[in-house]
């Protein structure tokens, strides 16, 4: 089978693409950056061939011809500021690029005869939950920044896409664990490995789900290959009973590292402050989606994927964080945050 993965030097295409080639599928790799050399390499032993399309999503003439002959489109491919790569945009182009970016992939699906799109939306849809778990149907959909609106805009033009026959499904996962993540956790394996002091927004009474890009990537392919699924979206998380508090999974993190890290909680007010002013001057190390959600309980309930997708979450909380964190201890050298001054302050007046 010809699939296309867009996004996917990306932390999930680096848990995807290697599974379709395991697969015997015939890849072709959409990104805008050239295909590292270790995921090619995962692929050749993998048995599996792959063609690279470097290019923009926006740029329709190239993705229309990466798309010709193709049977499944999985489509990852999104800019979010926390990225390094996108780091300079604003919140106008993060919401054209990502909205833009769906809108072409369902047009040449449409016009190439594609069967089947995927698409890789996301959890920020909901905005700050109002009731836990938080369910796909029911719940607000509320999304704080321009990933998160455009995320829901993008599902929209995927409903209009259903009723005009195409056949589209997709996934609102949680923040992705695994290798070639980046973001604000980062930033906590950061501290973790140094033994720093690490910071918490609020006490970390609060519970916060995870999922590991293996478990997004066997959703992905069960959304593909299961009949009837057309139009139906579905949550994507780790085990919702085995989600600890922050604190706790904090704290599980620090004894799994062996560091002398300790945790300090920071009135949430203060802290919230304090980043909505640095984010005015561009140097907050974390965006709105991140200050506004980090004391709040957030998980999703996963039962319709268990019921419609035959899927399971692999791990917990605690298991799918320590196995990041030792992926980011091998590779701390290339992937380590840059310098930041608040944080630089924050840890020297404390």
Same mark, same amino acid.
């Given at each position: 089978?010809?699939?296309?993965?867009?996004?996917?030097?990306?932390?999930?295409?680096?848990? %995807?693409?290697?599974?379709?080639?395991?697969?015997?599928?015939?890849?072709?790799?959409?990104?805008? /950056? +050239?295909?590292?050399?270790?995921?090619?390499?995962?692929?050749?032993?993998?048995?599996?061939?792959?063609? =690279?399309?470097?290019?923009?999503?926006?740029?329709?003439?190239? @993705?229309?011809?990466? /798309?010709? =002959?193709?049977?499944?489109? #999985?489509?990852?491919?999104a800019g979010q500021r926390?990225?390094?790569?996108?780091?300079?945009?604003?919140?106008?182009?993060?919401?054209?690029?990502?909205?833009? =970016?769906?809108?072409?992939?369902?047009?040449?699906?449409?016009?190439?005869?594609?069967?089947?799109?995927?698409?890789?939306?996301?959890?920020?849809? #909901?905005?700050?939950?109002?009731? /836990?778990?938080?369910?796909?149907?029911?719940?607000?959909?509320?999304?704080?920044?321009?990933?998160?609106?455009?995320? @829901?805009?993008?599902?929209? %033009?995927?409903?209009?896409?259903?009723?005009?026959?195409?056949?589209?499904?997709?996934?609102?996962?949680?923040?992705?664990f695994g290798d070639g993540?980046?973001?604000?956790?980062? %930033?906590?394996?950061?501290?973790?490995?140094?033994?720093?002091?690490?910071?918490?927004?609020?006490?970390?009474?609060?519970?916060?789900?995870?999922?590991?890009?293996?478990?997004?990537?066997?959703?992905?392919?069960?959304?593909?290959?299961?009949?009837?699924?057309?139009?139906?979206?579905?949550? /994507?998380?780790?085990?919702?009973?085995?989600?600890?508090?922050?604190?706790?999974?904090?704290?599980?993190?620090?004894?799994?590292?062996?560091?002398?890290?300790?945790?300090?909680?920071?009135?949430?007010?203060?802290?919230?402050?304090?980043?909505?002013?640095?984010?005015?001057?561009?140097?907050?190390?974390?965006?709105p989606e991140h200050y506004?959600?980090?004391? +709040?309980?957030?998980?999703?309930?996963?039962?319709?994927?268990?019921?419609?997708?035959?899927?399971?979450?692999? =791990?917990?909380?605690?298991?799918?964080?320590?196995?990041? #964190?030792?992926?980011?201890?091998?590779?701390?050298?290339?992937?380590?945050?840059?310098?930041?001054? +608040? %944080?630089?302050?924050?840890?020297?007046?404390?």
């Open positions: 089978m010809d699939v296309l993965v867009t996004g996917s030097s990306g932390v999930l295409g680096q848990s %995807l693409v290697p599974r379709l080639a395991a697969r015997g599928d015939r890849l072709r790799l959409f990104d805008v /950056v +050239a295909t590292p050399d270790a995921l090619a390499r995962e692929v050749a032993e993998k048995g599996g061939t792959w063609t =690279g399309v470097q290019g923009d999503m926006r740029d329709r003439e190239v @993705l229309a011809r990466a /798309v010709d =002959g193709v049977e499944t489109i #999985y489509h990852l491919a926390m990225k390094p790569q996108f780091a300079s945009c604003s919140e106008e182009e993060i919401f054209e690029m990502n909205l833009g =970016g769906v809108r072409n992939v369902l047009d040449v699906a449409r016009e190439r005869g594609v069967r089947k799109v995927v698409f890789i939306s996301s959890s920020a849809v #909901y905005g700050i939950p109002r009731t /836990v778990p938080v369910d796909e149907e029911t719940h607000p959909k509320d999304p704080i920044g321009a990933y998160g609106r455009s995320k @829901l805009d993008a599902e929209v %033009l995927c409903r209009r896409a259903v009723e005009q026959g195409q056949d589209v499904t997709w996934l609102r996962p949680m923040s992705l993540m980046t973001g604000v956790f980062v %930033l906590l394996f950061d501290w973790v490995r140094r033994g720093r002091k690490v910071f918490l927004l609020g006490a970390g009474s609060n519970r916060v789900q995870m999922v590991s890009a293996d478990d997004v990537a066997r959703a992905a392919i069960a959304a593909a290959t299961t009949p009837g699924t057309s139009g139906l979206v579905v949550n /994507v998380g780790s085990d919702p009973a085995g989600v600890p508090t922050v604190r706790r999974q904090v704290e599980a993190l620090i004894r799994h590292a062996g560091s002398r890290s300790t945790v300090h909680a920071i009135p949430a007010p203060l802290l919230r402050n304090a980043a909505r002013v640095l984010n005015v001057f561009g140097i907050s190390p974390i965006v506004l959600l980090a004391d +709040a309980d957030f998980v999703l309930d996963v039962s319709r994927a268990r019921e419609r997708l035959g899927w399971e979450p692999s =791990g917990d909380n605690v298991a799918i964080t320590c196995e990041a #964190y030792d992926w980011y201890c091998r590779n701390w050298q290339s992937v380590a945050p840059k310098p930041n001054p +608040a %944080l630089r302050l924050l840890e020297a007046i404390t």
